[in-house]
Antibody, heavy 121, light 111 residues
Framework: EVQLLESGGGLVQPGGSLRLSCTASGFTFSNYAMNWVRQAPGEGLEWVSAIGASGGSTYYADSVKGRFTISRDDSKNTLFLQMNSLRAEDTAVYYC??????????????WGQGTLVTVSS | QSVLTQPPSVSGAPGQRVTISCTGSSSNIGAGYDVHWYQQIPGTAPKLLMYGNSNRPSGVPDRFSGSKSGTSASLAITGLQAEDEADYYCQSYDSSLSGSVFGGGTKLTVL
C-alpha cells in the first residue's frame, strides 16, 4: 500500500524558514517523480514544485522560485521542501504527491494527508 | 487567477447528470498535454479521479467520464449520488510555465 507522510509544518514568522519532509512507502521511491502541492485556507490547489525520478530535474512555480528548494533522498525514501523567506501568502496545507511515472508531466496518483504551514507574526 | 478555468460551482439532483468544464489555452490543454481530474472531499486530501483525459483509476465508478477537445476538457458525472458532493479540480501541464497547473476548482452540490 502506497503511503506518503508529511511532517515539518508549523508556525513561523515572516521571513523565516521551514523544512518539510515526506516519507514514502509501498513503492520504489527512486523510480517516480514527486511533487509538492499546497492549498491555502478555503482556496484551491496550487502546484508548488516537482522533482524528477533520481532528482535529475527540478521545477518550481513562479510564486516560490528562488525561495523554495525541492530535494529527495532516495536512500531514505524521503522528499523535502526547504522553504526560505516565508511570506504570509505561503500559509497553506502542503501536500506531497507522487507522480505516476518518472517524468514530471504526469498525474499525481497518490497524495499525503498534508501538513499545515502558518506564516504569521 | 488560475491558468485553467472552471466554474465555481455546479449542482444537480440525485440521479441526474452534471458536467464540469476546464478551459485552458494553447500552452497547456491546447498544446496537447493531458488533463487529469481530482476529487477532494472537504478536510481530506485530493484523490485522482481521471487521468490522461478519459481514463479512470481502479476503483473509480464508471459514472465518471472525461473528455478533451481543443483547449478544453470536461468531467461528466451521471447518476449523481450524495457521496459525489465534493470539490473537483482539473490539472494539466503548461509549457510556458514549465510546470503543472490546476483549475480553480468546482464545488459540486447534490441537491
Amino acid at each position: 500500500e502506497v503511503q506518503l507522510l508529511e511532517s515539518g509544518g508549523g508556525l513561523v514568522q515572516p521571513g523565516g524558514s521551514l523544512r518539510l519532509s515526506c516519507t514514502a512507502s509501498g513503492f520504489t521511491f527512486s523510480n517516480y517523480a514527486m511533487n509538492w502541492v499546497r492549498q491555502a485556507p478555503g482556496e484551491g490547489l496550487e502546484w508548488v514544485s516537482a522533482i524528477g525520478a533520481s532528482g535529475g530535474s527540478t521545477y518550481y512555480a513562479d510564486s516560490v522560485k528562488g525561495r523554495f528548494t525541492i530535494s529527495r533522498d532516495d536512500s531514505k525514501n524521503t522528499l523535502f521542501l526547504q522553504m526560505n523567506s516565508l511570506r504570509a501568502e505561503d500559509t497553506a496545507v502542503y501536500y506531497c504527491a507522487k507522480g505516476d511515472f518518472g517524468g514530471v508531466i504526469v498525474p499525481f496518483d497518490y497524495w499525503g494527508q498534508g501538513t499545515l504551514v502558518t506564516v504569521s507574526s | 487567477q488560475s491558468v485553467l478555468t472552471q466554474p465555481p460551482s455546479v449542482s444537480g439532483a440525485p440521479g441526474q447528470r452534471v458536467t464540469i468544464s476546464c478551459t485552458g489555452s494553447s500552452s497547456n490543454i491546447g498544446a496537447g498535454y493531458d488533463v487529469h481530474w481530482y476529487q477532494q472531499i472537504p478536510g481530506t486530501a485530493p484523490k485522482l479521479l481521471m487521468y490522461g483525459n478519459s481514463n479512470r483509476p481502479s476503483g473509480v465508478p464508471d459514472r465518471f467520464s472525461g473528455s478533451k477537445s481543443g483547449t478544453s476538457a470536461s468531467l461528466a458525472i451521471t447518476g449523481l449520488q450524495a457521496e459525489d458532493e465534493a470539490d473537483y479540480y482539473c490539472q494539466s501541464y503548461d509549457s510556458s510555465l514549465s510546470g503543472s497547473v490546476f483549475g480553480g476548482g468546482t464545488k459540486l452540490t447534490v441537491l
